[in-house]
């Protein structure tokens, strides 16, 4: 039962697929009421264990029901997880017969009544990898109809004007048949054991339902005929692009397009003609390209339709199916029976309902739709080497988990001073208890978080405040649920799910590359590529979308093997070139848009990218995922070995552009503070495990990374010295490395101390969240951070980072020297000033004398420094907190005017860029012309003549 499991899969955990197990069983008594006590034997010859990787013969029964009409899913059995069954759903296991046996009376370990048909499979204990046997199922009562022709809720493909034979028996006496098609009695016997009845001269598709009633007890059988077409072949209107094509001039019209190599016909059901196509809903075919395609007449503007394809083959594969019923590959909503009924109205107002007897998702088609209302059109994207971003879960970053929540907490972002925030995937996916990567529709919104338009909302607030918005996508691989693995698919159990087979034109039938998760897209297959640039295309221009973070791109080559952890990780030109193609076509839409690969190689590939087209203007360059969490672990415990910091520095990868997004922390790794507290150095008197000791150090990590030129990255929370760790369970449990219990809990939902809990309020942890806030304000505003970076090759606790931007004058900040002693002990730490001189704390502006460029400062256990030869223009203590002087009007449209003689006024983006410059000389009535910015928040520095910075902002209509 693929289709009602939340299969949340670890992405960067190597998987592999076992072949469903055939169990035999009995059922005893063979016949059975639901208030039955009855027993089920496997057999235990017909599982290998092994396979699954049981050793203790422990195996689980996953159970599922259906009401007496056999149609609707119904019970709340104690199944547990798909990755760790309840304990009270263990077979009992009989080593002297090889069997393993469970008893249940079905009204109990259903929880249920009204039951006509019990289901269920066998499985281990994480059934992860399709560790579990086929389906099984068994009726219920001692009343049974057995349809012998044709089987039960399957479809026959008929010619035109073909004959259609319907057979039935019954148990326990006779009873009254009655056969419907469409919803229309065309037969009837009143007392039989047993039914038949031909069809005749069957021209159009037929829903059939056979009732049959004894005594108080009604069983409905439910078949259908699907009539071929004879597709029409013609050519398709020019322009049209695969999926939904509105039409702009006309609301009750649009035209859909459906690429389905090797189908022979091709229906349209959907709520406009009663999930019931006639021959009118046939979908073409063009002659050139081979796409089918159909345009709809008659809509209704605003109105929501849902639909699906109805695609078959007359000769399919092996285990395949004839039919299948799938929403549109390139949906952008799609409804669906398994997720939406546990969606919070709060979050998703008025969604759209279900519709009723179907299967499988739909898609929703609207006409007339009316456009959000951008407020900012042309956001001017922060500069990739300022770039600072904010990797989060929706789901985890509130307890609310929606898009609100996010915009009613815009100031906390604001005030710690990033610039970029990063959603986890948000594209439809399965279950809703989700981290996002077991993706089904990647043009779709998941709506567990919020609406479309409420995406868009947070995105434009965003904007507003300087705030750039990217998307981590999962293009590596798609679930079970996806269209295009459901178009070509193996399905010996018959369920509706299945793996890709030899036929599928997007998907590989095994992984090439070892970190196989999902189903494995072929992205050398022109299609793939195609459907790729369409998932760009639809969330840089529909949602002003201004980056990708792309998930597991070691993934993208054909190249190697599952088994082959060498080949995926050598260089593969076939990767390289296809992400390179990748980019180009993003840029081709937005030259400033953001691509960051998750590579995590030896930097070879890495290279290739991180130095492509970084001379064009604008700037390109792909900026690469820099995993350092070991490396700064290490320091934030006090241990002096494998705590190399280096490579945090693009040029130490050979990057000729700052294009490394390096990060301590990120959602796959553990925790930097739950290791301190429960690994730290506690040798001395001075205890990293003590939580306000270990918070204490967090500072210093991160003077130590967010300040080294060249982007970085923060996981959620990270700024509150977060300490729980990321394999925390649902029920508080933590089920990190060192635990043996199946299942790490990585994907559960995480409690929210830090809202609950006052984080902010701890004077603890808000030192960390203001310290990170002033460096991060430092990097995004400074040029200096432009510049290029130095530091010991070396494993030491003593840190020491040089930059210097050597394009600056000596009049400007153009030097910085760090230093930091992550020691358990106060250390005399080498510094190696650039020059003698006065030198500034940026963290507070005191001074510092140095006669000896060499001598040695002492700093504390976790105490840091961040020393430049010029104060901080945009970093002072009072910054933000307002002053005397008036800027008039505001928000400005042409000019703004200040109330105090100035001589110098610098106008700077949020994003810390300077973009207008004046020498005011004292004239209190100088107009500051600024008519050519465009729209948005810009931060105003001026110098009075008493050389007093001052420091505000305005808007700029």
Known sequence: MKKTLLLLF????????????????????????????????????????????????????????????????KGTPDNG????????????????????????????????????????????????????SQDILVEVGSFQVNLTSPIENSTAILA?????????????????????????????????????????????????????????????????????????????????????????????????????????????????????????????????SGKFWLELTGLVSGVNNTYQYWVVDNTPLANSPSLVKTADPYSTLVLSPYDDSSIPSASYPNLPAYPAGQNFEVTVLKTG?????????????????????????????????????????????????????????????????????????????????GTSDKLKELIDVCHQNGIAVILDVALNHAFGRNPMVRMWMNDPDGDGFGSPTAENPYFNTV??????????????????????????????????????????????????????????????????DVLKKYADYSWSLDPTHYTIFEHLGTDTEEQQWANYRVAETPSKGIMLWGKMTDQYNQLSMGYATSNNISRMVSANRGFTANRLMGYAESHDEERLMYKNVQYGNAAGTYNVKTLNTALSRMSAIGAVSLLIPGPKMIWHFGELGWDDSI?????????????????????????????????????????????????INLKVTEPVFLGTATMANANTLSVNIKITNASLASTQLKDVLIIANFDVTAQNVATGFQY?????????????????????INLAPGEYRVYGNKTANLALPDFEKGSSVNLYPNPVSNYFTLNIAVTKVQVYAISGQLVKSFAANGNTDFQFGVSDLKTGLYIVKALDENNKIQVMKFIKK
């Open 81 to 132: 997880a798909w990755e760790a069954s309840s304990e009270a759903s263990k077979f009992t296991y009989n080593a002297a017969t090889d069997t393993y046996t469970k008893t249940i009376t079905p009204t109990t370990y259903y929880n249920t009544t009204g039951i006509g048909k019990i289901g269920f499979l066998v499985k281990a204990k994480n059934g992860t990898g399709d560790k579990k």
């Open 369 to 449: 739709q009316t456009p959000y209302n951008w407020q900012v059109t042309n956001f001017a994207k922060p500069e990739k080497d300022k770039l600072v971003v904010y990797e989060l879960l929706v789901r985890d970053f509130d307890a609310k988990r929606n898009y609100q929540s996010i915009i009613d907490r815009i100031d906390y972002f604001k005030t710690l001073k990033i610039n970029a925030i990063e959603l986890m995937p948000v594209m439809e996916f399965e279950g809703n208890e989700s981290w996002g990567y077991n993706t089904s529709f990647h043009m779709a919104l998941d709506k567990f978080y």
């Open 160 to 288: 035109s004007g073909s004959n259609f034979s319907i057979a039935a028996t019954n148990t326990n006496g006779t009873a009254s048949y009655t056969l419907k098609a469409n919803g229309i009695s065309i037969d009837t016997n009143a007392s039989a054991s047993s039914y038949s009845y031909t069809a005749t001269n069957v021209t159009a598709n037929q829903n059939y339902e056979l009732v049959v009633v004894q005594g108080t007890v009604t069983i409905s059988k439910k078949f259908s005929i699907v009539i071929n077409p004879n597709t029409v072949s013609e050519a398709m209107p020019a322009g049209l692009v695969d999926g939904i094509n509105y039409n702009a001039s006309d609301a009750a019209k649009a035209t859909l397009v459906l690429d389905a190599p090797l189908k022979d016909f091709v229906y349209v059901a959907g709520s406009f003609n009663n999930w019931n196509p006639t021959s009118a809903y046939a979908m073409k075919k063009d002659p050139v």
């Open 836 to 856: 003698s001189g006065t030198w500034y704390n940026l963290m507070d502006n005191s001074t510092l004398n140095v006669t000896d460029p060499t001598a040695t």
């Open 511 to 576: 992984a090439k590359h070892s970190y196989s998760v999902g189903e494995d897209f072929n992205h050398q297959s022109a299609k793939t590529q195609y459907y790729v640039e369409r998932v760009v295309k639809q969330w840089i221009e529909e949602y002003k979308i201004d980056g990708f973070r792309w998930d597991l791109t070691k993934g993208f080559t054909q190249a190697c093997t599952a088994a082959d952890e060498s080949c995926t990780n050598a260089y593969q030109q076939d990767r390289v």
């Open 727 to 775: 394999f925390t369970c649902n029920n508080g449990t933590v089920n990190d490395a060192s635990a043996t219990i199946t299942g790490d809990c990585k994907l559960d939902t995480k409690p929210q101390p830090q809202w609950a809990e006052n984080w902010l309020g701890d004077p603890n942890r808000n030192k960390i969240y203001y310290d990170w806030a002033k460096m």
């Open 10 to 73: 670890l992405l960067l955990s190597a998987m592999s697929f076992a072949q469903q197990q055939t169990a035999t069983y009995t059922v005893s008594p063979s016949s059975f009421e639901e208030t039955a006590s009855i027993t089920i034997t496997i057999n235990g010859s017909s599982i290998n264990e092994s396979t699954w990787g049981v050793t203790d013969n422990s195996l689980y029964l996953w159970a599922w029901a259906f009401d007496t009409n056999d149609t609707t899913q």
